[in-house]
């Protein structure tokens, strides 16, 4: 279930494989540039396999620091939409179905599917900021990522038995 989760939050980039412990698996971003921010995200799937957190935090070298935490729910999904190219997802035109082989963009969506909390670090701004999204984007263009997004989505659609896997 990590894998499913770590693919549809994009935390599954090129092929970099997490540090994995019991509880949770962590991400970094990798970066040749030293001046570059880094991105370390922790990823706990909880008892309900289809609910994942995060815990994220993005740090710019000798400078500031933001901690966002966020809660996503797979069994929420209630549409799956596909398209051919990022322009048509972008415009929201031309749809095909998500099992296609054409299908290079998937949108999830369902009312709050992800919601997160951020907050700086550096200690000027105090202040949360929170926000709900009823919608995941999948990127799918080389083979690698659809075998992982079609994998994830059959996981989505078997276990969290999300409403719009459903059969009509």
């Known amino acids: 279930m990590r894998d499913a989760h770590?693919?549809?939050l994009g935390l599954s980039q090129d092929g970099a494989e997490p540090e994995r412990?019991?509880?949770a698996d962590t991400y970094y971003s990798i970066v040749d540039d030293p001046n570059a921010p880094r991105l370390v995200t922790r990823l706990e799937v909880s008892g309900a396999p289809c609910r994942a957190r995060t815990m994220s935090a993005l740090q710019f070298?000798?400078?500031w620091a933001t901690l966002t935490m966020s809660l996503v729910d797979l069994s929420r999904v209630t549409s799956v939409t596909a398209y051919a190219s990022v322009d048509d997802m972008i415009a929201e035109m031309n749809p095909i179905p998500f099992d296609s082989p054409?299908?290079?963009?998937?949108?999830l969506t369902g009312r709050g599917l992800f919601c997160s909390s951020r907050m700086s670090l550096s200690g000027?701004?105090?202040?949360?900021?929170?926000?709900?999204?009823?919608?995941?984007?999948?990127?799918?263009?080389?083979?690698?990522?659809?075998?992982?997004?079609?994998?994830?989505?059959?996981?989505?659609?078997?276990?969290?038995?999300?409403p719009a896997f459903?059969?009509?």
């Open 102 to 107: 054409d299908a290079e963009q998937i949108v």
């Open 166 to 168: 459903a059969k009509k």
């Open 61 to 63: 070298p000798a400078k």
């Open 21 to 23: 412990a019991e509880s």
């Open 124 to 162: 000027e701004n105090t202040v949360s900021d929170d926000m709900c999204s009823d919608r995941l984007d999948l990127t799918m263009v080389d083979a690698e990522e659809k075998a992982r997004g079609r994998k994830a989505l059959a996981i989505v659609a078997d276990v969290c038995k999300a």
């Open 6 to 8: 770590a693919v549809l």
